[in-house]
């Protein structure tokens, strides 16, 4: 409680007393010992979340469908529930939506979806803050939805899993935001390298889509976190490669250009996924109009319609992803798992389904480059590897096609693999899907749902400069003070000029053209001149440096600087016509997020003499 003292005139002053000091509290939070010693806590917790989360899919998908990974073993009934047949695939999706339906929608919405974007909002524009529960829920969620048929990835959930562990733990410490920023990204990284066994990856994929950022301090947190949760990982799970595929060569360097057209193909084809996940999960806003916890369960019956066709799409799918590597399956079928596999996770989503969307795009672009791999082939059979080489390369350019995180792709499929011998051609193929997804959309499949909602991921990470650098002179400048004629006598312009919001008005001529501009300290200077009677504003005009409407206002800047006090003119688009007014107020406005767009009420012709500079 507060104390309470007086002064001499009766006015009463509050004193507050500082909390007491908490010395271990301030070296965590304050010191470069502390940080590590929270990165080694997070890694660790994040690798211990891994393994309890692989252990619940393999547990619900078992409960669920009566095998480790339905996926792999085509229309085999469930040993639980014999008499049902193949068609307990339409039930399983609905039982287990049933549960987690509910669950997200009373204890966590921030659970739903693919978790990966919910991470980069947090970060970006909530300082890093995720509710504590969103650990236990998106765990329990996504391991029922992807138990129960959910065609989606184990990679979103850990994300958010580990980051929102990452995040209690400094709430907990009470860090300053710039260090739980980077705690929620040693959550992302521990919990992606224990997933996949990739330790390098999982800080690659923190830094260059969480944090977006490569600050050597972020950088050596988050490696720790990652080494630590490997090492839990690779004690519980083992140390063998992700996925275990055939060892690939290169027929010849004529090959290069076959990786490049890959990236193209299959580059666009991550953002078709992309639009095709998003338009979905629009069309199933819109249908629905019951209660959003019953949706999961609703949905559910559309989704076992697609497992009773192609129980291939059956959870994860990392089977059916290595069989199509592998060879096993003709082009017709690799074209028909590729589409469906976009159908059925967009589905997923859609009704409200957790899990990731990192593992979809491996499997669409593991499936569309055998395609092409197997016409590559086929047109030139002695000069083209296997097939199954290029769809391993399609599983890189899928990814930087929907993420366009180029880093991570080539990383994470090295490491996914241990195939050394495809770097060469992965980094190819994914610098040109990268770029190829550049072209196509502005937007990824982690910031088209942040767009959506009307957050600007580039804005936040930018600051006050990037807003100058995207807001245009047109939005913030402020209508021209109205002008006086050129042959007014300084006497009587001088009313007009003081009572001017910016102490400047505009000079025009017989001919109605844009002479320049007289200033309230140039009218003041003229009268106290004793012969100042024959004066005209004509006499004292002067031509201040001007800005178009088009440009931006950090090109604005060295305009404005030279002209202290007063702003500076905006003219339009072909230099001829002064249609507004730019103020050193209205940059300030819109770096507080706060301009407003000028509505101009004279437009004046420039003199066709001088064009402005």
């Known amino acids: 409680m507060g104390v309470r003292s007086s002064e001499a005139r009766g006015a009463w002053r509050w004193s507050l007393p500082l909390p007491a000091s908490t010395p271990w509290r301030e070296w965590l939070g304050g010191s470069r010992g502390g940080l590590v010693v929270l990165a080694l806590v997070i890694g660790a917790g994040a690798g211990g979340g891994a393994i309890v989360f692989r252990w619940l899919i393999t547990g619900f998908t078992h409960l669920l469908s009566g095998h480790d990974d339905y996926s792999a073993v085509g229309h085999l009934p469930n040993p639980h529930l014999p008499a049902l047949g193949p068609w307990f695939v339409v039930l399983a999706p609905v039982v287990a939506g049933l549960v987690y339906g509910p669950l997200v929608y009373r204890f966590a919405p921030e659970a739903r979806g693919h978790g990966v974007p919910e991470v980069m909002y947090a970060v970006a524009e909530r300082g890093g803050r995720i509710p504590p529960q969103v650990t236990i829920?998106?765990?329990?969620?996504?391991?029922?939805?992807i138990g129960g048929g959910g065609s989606v990835g184990r990679e979103g959930p850990i994300v958010q899993i580990g980051s929102a562990w990452g995040s209690s733990v400094g709430r907990l410490t009470r860090i300053p935001e710039?260090?739980?920023r980077i705690l929620v990204a040693c959550g992302a990284a521990g919990g992606i390298a224990a997933t996949f066994n990739a330790p390098v990856a999982g800080p690659f994929f923190a830094m260059e889509l969480i944090l977006r950022d490569f600050a050597a301090e972020s950088f050596g947190a988050v490696v720790l976190s990652s080494v630590t949760a490997t090492v839990i990982g690779r004690a519980?799970?083992?140390?063998e490669p992700f996925l275990d595929l055939p060892v690939f060569t290169l027929r010849s360097g004529w090959e290069y250009g076959a990786f490049a057209l890959l990236g193209v193909v299959v580059g666009a084809i991550g953002v078709v996924f992309t639009h095709v996940l998003y338009r979905v999960e629009d069309l199933c806003d819109w249908a629905w109009r019951g209660p959003e916890w019953l949706r999961p369960a609703a949905g559910g019956l559309l989704l076992g319609g697609v497992l009773l066709v192609l129980p291939q799409m059956y959870g994860v799918g990392y089977p059916v992803l290595s069989n199509a590597i592998g060879g096993r399956y003709v082009l017709w079928m690799l074209v028909v798992l590729m589409a469906a596999k976009m159908l059925a996770t967009s589905l997923t989503i859609g009704i409200g389904g957790s899990g990731g969307v990192f593992a979809p795009s491996l499997f669409i672009g593991a499936m569309g480059g055998t395609a092409f791999g197997v016409?590559?082939?086929?047109?030139?059979?002695?000069?083209?590897?296997?097939?199954g080489m290029y769809g391993l390369i399609g599983?890189?350019?899928?990814?930087?096609?929907?993420?366009?995180?180029?880093?991570?792709?080539?990383?994470?499929?090295?490491?996914?693999?241990?195939?050394?011998?495809?770097?060469?051609?992965?980094?190819?193929?994914?610098v040109v899907a990268t770029g190829v997804s550049?072209?196509?959309?502005?937007?990824t499949i982690y910031t088209l749902k942040l767009t959506q909602r009307g957050v600007d991921l580039d804005a936040a990470h930018a600051g006050p400069a990037g807003r100058l650098d995207r807001t245009r002179v047109a939005d913030v400048m402020g209508p021209c003070p109205h002008p006086i004629a050129a042959d007014t006598t300084v006497?009587?312009?001088?009313?007009?000029?003081?009572?001017?919001?910016?102490?400047?008005?505009?000079?025009?001529?017989?001919?109605?053209?844009?002479?320049?501009?007289?200033?309230?300290?140039?009218v003041a200077e003229t009268l106290a001149d004793t012969e100042s009677a024959a004066v005209t504003v004509a006499d004292l005009a002067v031509l201040p440096r001007t800005v178009t409407e088009t440009s931006t206002l950090a090109t604005a800047l060295d305009q404005l600087a030279d002209e202290p006090g007063i702003g500076v003119p905006v003219v339009d688009h072909s230099g001829e016509?002064?249609?507004?007014w730019l103020t050193h107020g209205a940059v300030l406005g819109a770096l507080r997020g706060a301009a407003t767009t000028g509505s101009p009420r004279y437009r004046l012709p420039a003199p066709v003499h001088h064009r402005p500079r």
């Open 491 to 522: 006497g009587d312009a001088s009313r007009v000029v003081w009572a001017s919001a910016h102490h400047v008005v505009p000079v025009v001529g017989a001919d109605g053209r844009y002479r320049g501009c007289v200033t309230a300290a140039a």
């Open 395 to 430: 599983m890189g350019a899928a990814f930087a096609g929907a993420t366009r995180a180029a880093i991570t792709a080539v990383v994470i499929l090295f490491e996914l693999t241990g195939e050394y011998s495809i770097i060469l051609p992965l980094m190819l193929a994914v």
């Open 375 to 387: 016409v590559a082939h086929h047109l030139f059979p002695a000069a083209t590897a296997a097939p």
């Open 577 to 580: 016509t002064v249609i507004g």
């Open 236 to 239: 519980a799970m083992g140390n």
């Open 178 to 180: 710039r260090r739980l």
């Open 438 to 443: 550049r072209v196509l959309s502005r937007e």
């Open 137 to 145: 829920v998106k765990a329990l969620a996504s391991a029922l939805c």
